[in-house]
């Protein structure tokens, strides 16, 4: 028998997927949700850029405003001026004028997928006495749309994409089957693996450009460099390519047996909602029953119990942590001179360490939930994806993490370089600088103050890492391809 | 109640922190619950914002994970609904029973008829009955009033209507494509379109068409207008304006008429940032409220849109029960905070000590107690996207009546 060379065989079946109507039906959807998609995930973040604009803005306005309040109570005056209206005092300037709003920035491809950056906020204000961090705030959108999922490129590559490969995948490749001349083809020249190849062949180039040109359309509509960020763009075409193909499998393994389009395409689903739905939903489940969150309810008890716990035995932990700092005996010390700000300084590290308690459970809480997230992912190669192009966006819960640390240490940071100056003025308060000015110029380097910067991982470590999940998909991909294969070989040797 | 002696105004920034309770049916559809705070802080100054968002922290893996029964029903039932009609109706078609019915006397329409029933009999049972005896362990759980038992009747009337319109789409999907193929994947493109797109699409669109102010810029605009601590030079006009007020040259002659200076400071710079929030975050919160209605109109683009809306009101879980505990939080906020100043006002300090209130004045203030919104605001939410919901199902009804008759061996 002469066998057909593979060429022929693909040049073939190119031109018969080509010329299928329907499947350049979903192409144009898909092009069309994409492109709806990536403009709305840079809408988002074009306001949150915006917005993150105005807050430094209103921040630099605040420090000149300040700068001008001391110009002007350092003139003599005779009018009164409380301790908590100068900025001029350390003690007054730590809890009443000190602003600082670290931002996260976003990415460069930050459009390719909203991920968590409608949930977590990106300014995030920052005072001494809150504990364990910055303030905790947010931005507000709408909570339906948090509910329901943004209508972003992200959505479109995660839901619509495979569904939209399921589809093309099994009405392309299932159609001898549903004209009943399967065994029609088993009796040809051709084996199956090779037949059965060049099917899959045919579709993965029709998809897998489709879909990347599709992104990349997507997102330079909506403005991103991509020329500027090759590494990236690289890396996340090469994703995407990777999960079409592995979705394409998926469906022709379904459909390898020879089955026809229906039961294909409930197959393929069936597994996609699985991976999509079902599997973090078990998991997800499990962890709050194993590792249940701790009580929010119980935090805001014990926070009001250990604050008043702590004013109670107010006086002793400010001689305390006085006598400590400058070796002075405690007993010998009068805590009641000091003002409520200065007192501030020295009481929130002792709420921070009784209530170090709640937040170790958090931490420990966070830490399995996040291990469970790292399993998966190795698990359900729609998680490896979702967290891979997450991961190249800039808009992953991990990046969020790193950046509340990083809010974190800032503000032990800030804590560094305001506390010591407090209570310096605290403990010897500095001659008046202008008598009868109502100013206590004790602080007035607004501009020594630290700022926040935000170390990260460099692209190049963002791109490593994508390269990773995606070569990981390829495998899984290539492991159901032998075995779709493998499938078509016997299902033919076995007409329908 | 036992802060024991102190300042009123050290007392009304004390004050207490307010939690949303959990209404009976979140179990069976959270809506918007586990994306906004559950409790709030209420002291003097400020209203603040929401704090303790249940999901503010999590990972993909518990966003995707979420355990939203309503959310999963309007999502993933389309797709059970859709492969109970098409076994219903392709076993036939590829058995030739179809053909041998429609040949017989059995009209087109009888048939439709009977497949549709049989299909939305079994999938309201297997699902809404299923989801139903969820809300229904959730009242039980919660010891509820005959409300609930009102919600719960009304979601389950809902869903039954979602999935008989589903029954509608794919009977009919499946009688009147021309292969088994082509039905298959018009129902699975009528999902992808109708369901999982429309419904980010539908939000995203009532995002667009009335976008919320930006929510950074109405704090800053907070800060400047309602400032908590405010300047010297605001302070002494303040002053001047309320000395005014009561014809006193200084605060010593507002002593003499035993009023406290700084109680009316407190008492004007309060009901100042009170009009403010109204302004502000009165404004803002209109607009998401305007937002949920333009997404509730748009329930006439598809029966997975009315279905969503009209869920999430009927569990009590939407924007405007929400908004409900943050009026009435605000509300109780408002009235602590101006007994306390309204405690400071007649009570100057003599001879530099401070007033100081005790245990008589804290027993004034009633504890919080919110009471949710009842049935009739779920109504009022839900009752566009329940007439949508019907009018997808008379539009389900026409048209099955219409084409059925026309089904040929």
């Known amino acids: 028998m002469t066998t057909v060379p593979f060429s022929t065989l693909l040049r073939l079946e190119l031109r018969r997927v080509y010329r299928s109507g329907p499947l350049w039906i979903i192409i144009v959807g898909v092009v069309v949700a994409a492109t709806l998609g990536a403009r709305n995930g840079a809408a988002l973040h074009a306001r949150q850029r915006a917005d993150a604009a105005a807050v430094a803005a209103a921040e630099a306005a605040w420090y000149a405003d300040v700068e001008d309040r001391a110009r002007r109570f350092s003139q003599p005056s005779k009018t009164p001026l409380p301790y908590w209206q100068d900025p001029t005092d350390a003690a007054a300037f730590s809890r009443y004028f000190l602003r600082r709003h670290p931002i996260k920035p976003h990415l460069p491809l930050s459009a390719l997928a909203v991920g968590h950056s409608d949930l977590q906020p990106y300014a995030v204000p920052v005072r001494l006495e809150t504990p364990f961090g910055g303030d905790p705030v947010y931005d507000y959108e709408h909570p339906r749309t948090l509910s329901i999922g943004m209508f972003d490129l992200g959505f479109v590559l995660l839901w619509i994409l495979p569904v939209g490969v399921i589809a093309i995948a099994a009405l392309a490749g299932a159609i001898e089957r549903d004209h009943g001349i399967l065994p029609l083809v088993a009796s040809q020249p051709v084996t199956a693996a090779r037949w059965f190849a060049a099917r899959g062949f045919a579709i993965l180039a029709l998809v897998v450009p489709a879909w990347c040109g599709t992104t990349m359309l997507a997102l330079a509509l909506t403005g991103v460099p991509l020329l500027a960020h090759v590494g990236e763009v690289v890396a996340g075409v090469t994703l995407i390519a990777i999960f079409a193909a592995f979705w394409v499998v998926v469906t022709l393994a379904a459909i390898a047996r020879g089955a026809g389009v229906v039961s294909g395409l409930a197959t393929a689903v069936a597994v996609w909602l699985t991976l999509m739905a079902a599997l973090p939903l078990a998991v997800t489940a499990a962890i709050s029953m194993a590792a249940p969150p701790p009580s929010y309810e119980r935090y805001v008890e014990d926070l009001r119990n250990v604050k008043d716990a702590v004013e109670g035995e107010r006086d002793r932990i400010v001689a305390r942590a006085v006598a400590d700092d400058t070796g002075q005996r405690p007993e010998v010390m009068d805590a009641t001179r000091f003002d409520y700000s200065t007192r501030l300084t020295l009481l929130t590290p002792e709420i921070e360490r009784r209530l170090q308690p709640h937040q170790t459970a958090r931490e420990r809480q966070a830490a399995i939930s996040r291990r469970a997230a790292r399993v998966l992912k190795w698990l359900s190669p729609q998680m490896a994806f979702q967290s891979a192009i997450e991961d190249l966006a800039g808009t992953s819960a991990r990046r969020h993490d790193r950046f509340t640390a990083a809010v974190r240490s800032f503000q032990v940071e800030l804590r560094g370089f305001m506390y010591p100056r407090v209570l310096q003025q605290a403990v010897a308060p500095a001659r008046p600088a202008c008598a009868g000015c109502p100013a206590r110029l004790n602080f007035t380097d607004y501009r020594s103050i630290p700022a926040f910067t935000f170390h990260e991982p460099s692209a190049r470590n963002r791109v490593q890492r994508a390269l990773v999940s995606a070569a990981w998909l390829a495998a899984v991909a290539a492991v159901i391809a032998a075995f779709a294969i493998g499938r078509a070989r016997w299902a033919l040797d076995r007409p329908v | 109640m036992l802060q024991g002696v102190k300042d009123p105004h050290s007392a009304a920034h004390y004050s207490i922190y307010a939690f949303n309770p959990v209404v009976p049916l979140s179990a069976l559809d959270p809506g918007i619950d586990p994306f906004v705070g559950e409790t709030v802080w209420l002291e003097a100054h400020v209203q603040n914002d929401l704090l303790n968002r249940p999901l503010q922290g999590s990972t993909a893996l518990e966003r995707t994970g979420l355990a939203d029964p309503a959310g999963l029903f309007v999502r993933f039932a389309p797709l059970v609904v859709f492969l109970l009609a098409f076994s219903a109706v392709a076993r036939d078609r590829e058995q030739g029973t179809l053909s ?43 010891g509820a009033a005959g409300d609930a038992w009102l919600r719960v009747a009304l979601w389950v009337c809902a869903a039954t209507g979602y999935v008989v319109v589903l029954s509608v789409v794919g009977v009919l999907a499946g009688l009147l494509a021309p292969t088994a193929r082509t039905g298959f994947g018009a129902l699975l493109l009528f999902w992808l379109i109708a369901v999982l797109g429309a419904l980010p699409a539908a939000s995203a669109a009532a995002n667009r068409s009335r976008p919320l102010p930006s929510f950074q810029e109405m704090k800053i605009r907070l800060e400047r207008d309602a400032p908590a601590y405010w300047t010297p030079e605001v302070g002494a006009e303040r002053q001047a304006l309320l000395m005014r007020r009561y014809g006193a040259a200084d605060e010593a002659e507002l002593d003499a ?82 007994r306390m100043n309204a405690d400071l006002i007649p009570n100057p300090a003599r001879s530099g000590v401070l007033h100081t209130s005790d245990g008589r004045l804290w027993a004034e203030i009633p504890e919080f107690a919110f009471l949710p919104p009842g049935w009739h605001t779920a109504l ?21 009546a219409w084409v059925t008759p026309r089904l040929r061996p």
């Open chain 2, 100 to 142: 041998l019915a429609l040949s017989a006397a059995a009209t087109g329409r009888a048939i439709a008829a009977i497949k549709i029933s049989a299909v939305a009999s079994v999938a309201t049972v297997m699902l809404a009955g299923a989801l139903a005896m969820i809300g229904l362990a959730g009242i039980v759980q919660g």
């Open chain 2, 257 to 338: 008429q035993r009023v406290n200076l700084r109680g009316l400071e407190l008492d004007y710079a309060e009901r100042l940032s009170q009009a403010v929030f109204d302004r502000e975050i009165g404004a803002f919160y209109r607009r998401v409220l305007d937002q949920d209605r333009l997404y509730a109109a748009l329930a006439w683009l598809s029966p997975a849109i009315a279905f969503d809306a009209a869920s999430a009101a009927l569990a009590g879980t939407d924007f405007r029960h929400h908004l409900a505990f943050i009026d009435g939080a605000e509300q109780y906020r408002r009235a602590l905070v101006n």
């Open chain 2, 380 to 400: 009022q939410s839900s009752a566009g996207p329940l007439s949508a919901l019907a009018g997808w199902l008379v539009v389900g009804a026409a048209l099955a």
